[in-house]
T-cell receptor
């Protein structure tokens, strides 16, 4: 089994619908991240969390919300999906500490909003 | 200005060639630097960390220039299997920020 698991792997949803993307990890890492990837724009940070009580906005948090239900689980919600949220979404985890360490990614969720 | 910027390429090189590209970062207080490899929109995977003194891993060499705020990646003796998108990543203020990626295609 993958250390970082994202569900669903693919999803097509309609404009205005609420959708939740889930991420779970077995690495025991404190830090978890949500990114979206669009062609030519690379990975852009949506939200990140250092522990269950610590949630931080990234560079493109508008239209998204997150929940850190446990150390191992970090969910991303689109409250009212719109077509420009069509993208590839990645969850990532990393150890804590003052200096960054290797981030481990889930396999991604390909989301299409029609 | 974006936190991390990369030359998008694409770099199209023959097998055996050397290819190098850079990544610039805007925050001089950035603490850690990495190169990730991404294949065909799959998940990124760590290629190597970048240390102040520069470091080498087989055919790959990474350099950090703090004065000019850039990191570089050099690939020697390119293989077909090196074809991928290379993402630089910079860690600061507890965030891990990525560049848009540099696409490398190695041709036979």
């Amino acid at each position: 089994d993958a250390d970082v698991t994202q569900t669903p792997r693919n999803r097509i949803t309609k404009t205005g619908k609420r959708i939740m993307l889930e991420c779970s990890q077995t690495k025991g890492h404190d830090r978890m991240y949500w990114y979206r990837q669009d062609p030519g724009l690379g990975l852009r940070l949506i939200y990140y969390s250092f522990d269950v009580k610590d949630i931080n906005k990234g560079e493109i948090s508008d239209g998204y919300s997150v929940s850190r239900q446990a150390q191992a689980k970090f969910s991303l919600s689109l409250e009212s999906a719109i077509p420009n949220q069509t993208a590839l979404y990645f969850c990532a985890t990393a150890e804590g500490g003052n200096y960054g360490t290797e981030a481990f990614f889930g396999q991604g969720t390909r989301l299409t909003v029609v | 200005r974006k936190e991390v910027e990369q030359d998008p390429g694409p770099f199209n090189v023959p097998e055996g060639a050397t290819v190098a590209f850079n990544c610039t970062y805007s925050n001089s207080a950035s603490q850690s630097f990495f190169w990730y490899r991404q294949d065909c929109r799959k998940e990124p995977k760590l290629l190597m960390s970048v240390y102040s003194s520069g470091n080498e891993d087989g055919r790959f060499t990474a350099q950090l220039n703090r004065a000019s705020q850039y990191i570089s990646l050099l690939i020697r003796d390119s293989k077909l299997s090196d074809s991928a998108t290379y993402l630089c990543a910079v860690y600061n203020d507890y965030k891990l920020s990525f560049g848009a990626g540099t696409t490398v295609t190695v041709r036979a």
